[in-house]
Every structure is written in C-alpha cells, then in structure tokens.
C-alpha cells in the first residue's frame, strides 16, 4: 500500500473517530469524563442510525451491549397473547435505552419491544468493556443508577397510567410529560397508545380547552394552565 493512501485511511479513521465523539458529548450521562476516558469509550462503542419504524431490538432478545439514543425517538412496548401492541413508554433522545436487571451477567435480556418513531441515532457501548474500565474503577456509577432508577420511575408511571389513572388523567400526564410527541403523532395514534377512544380523546381536549388549561396553535397543543394540569394527574 502506497503512503497516499494509508494517509487518506488515517484521515478517514480519525474522521470516524472525531465524528463518534462528537455524537458521544451529545450525552450528558458522560459530562464528568476526561478526554482520555471518552476515548476509551469510543474505542468500545459505535454509533448507528436507524432509519424510522426500524428495530432495535424484540422482546425475549439477549445482547451484549447497552444502547443509548443520542438523537430521535424509540417507543417501548410489549405484545399481548391477542398479538395486540401494549405502549409502555417512549425513549427521547440523551437517554440510555437498555433495560438492565443486574450488573453480574454480561448478558443484557430484553423484556420489551422498542421500534424507533422517527430516524434516530444509538451509541452502542461493549457492556463488559463498560462494566471493566469504567463501573469497576466506581466511575459513572452515579450515573449509571441515575438512569435506572429513571427507568423504574417511568415504570411506575405506566402501572399508574393503566391501572389508576382515567382517561382524563392519561390525557393531562401525556401533556405534561411528552408535549413534543402529542404534537407530533396524530390524534389516533396516540388515542391507541393510551388505550383510549379517539372520541374520549377529542371530549378530553376539548373540556381542557375550555376549562382554559390548554389551547391550540393550528394543530399544536399549548399548555396555559400547568397547576390546574398537574391538579388533574394528582387527582
């Protein structure tokens, strides 16, 4: 090989390598890292994009990395024995996507379904590589916990979706905690994702709308009222 081309290989890799970087700065989770420690997070990751509607993974499926979505969004869900999609929730961007039950096995099982909604961009990281240069060194291990009790709250706002909450509540917790996504997704889509009616979707907007805690800028919804929202989730 040539020196023109093993310099024109070098620049590429160092492109990759500063284009992977940049993406993993994207993520708050590694804010306390040296530049050497963010390197070495490169050299065990990758980064993927997906395209919109695409999987990352199904249920019951066992890997070895842990994923996080630097840019896009991911919708968690199970199937019923019906073969009917059950939303869990949704994965914004800055987030770590993987479900993760305990740090002695490798393996990381999948409890859930998660299909991207919109074209997104995942770091891939080596969780042994992970768990040995970084968890077992007590680095990122705030962190880390930090995340996964997020993801134990966003379970208990689910039990509290399905099993506690009524349509009304259902509509202002979506309101308050995924305004960009209501925005986004069309009225049916998201009557179906909160196990509602699109006709108790269209009475609830239009009761909030005239009790003056929200209103509309074309087909946006705007939060006027917060306290009077949060009133109606806290019952």
């Known amino acids: 090989m040539s020196n023109r081309l093993k310099n024109i290989f070098k620049e590429v890799r160092r492109y990759i390598m500063d284009e992977k970087l940049n993406f993993i700065k994207k993520l708050s989770f590694f804010d306390s890292l040296s530049d050497e420690e963010l390197n070495i997070i490169s050299n065990i990751s990758k980064i993927t994009t997906y395209p919109k509607n695409s999987i ?42 993987s479900e993760l039950t305990t740090l ?6 999948c409890f859930s379904n998660a299909e991207f909604i919109e074209e997104s961009v995942v770091l891939e990281v080596d969780f042994s590589e992970f768990k040995k240069e970084f968890l077992s060194k007590f680095t990122l291990v705030n962190e880390f916990i930090h995340e996964i009790l997020l993801k ?18 259902k509509v202002a917790y979506t309101l308050q905690n ?24 269209s009475r609830v907007l239009k009761k909030l709308k005239r009790n003056n805690i929200i209103d509309s800028e074309n087909t946006d919804i705007v939060i006027l009222d917060k306290e009077k929202l949060n009133s109606i989730i806290r019952g």
Do not use: W
């Not at 990395?65 to 869900?77: C, M, P, R």
């Not at 199970?78 to 961007?93: A, G, P, S």
């Open 104 to 109: 002695l096995d490798d393996s990381i099982h």
């Open 152 to 169: 134990t709250q966003q379970l208990h706002c689910v039990v509290n979706r399905e099993l506690v909450f009524d349509a009304t509540a």
């Open 178 to 201: 995924d305004l960009e996504m209501f925005n986004t997704l069309k009225r049916h889509e998201i009557s179906f994702m909160l196990h509602i009616q699109p006709e108790t979707l």
């Open 56 to 97: 990352l993974y199904y249920e019951n499926d066992i890997n070895n990395k842990i994923f996080f979505l630097v840019s896009g969004l991911l919708k968690v869900y199970k199937i019923d024995k019906f073969e009917n999609e059950i939303f869990l929730y949704h994965i914004h961007k800055n987030s770590l996507i």
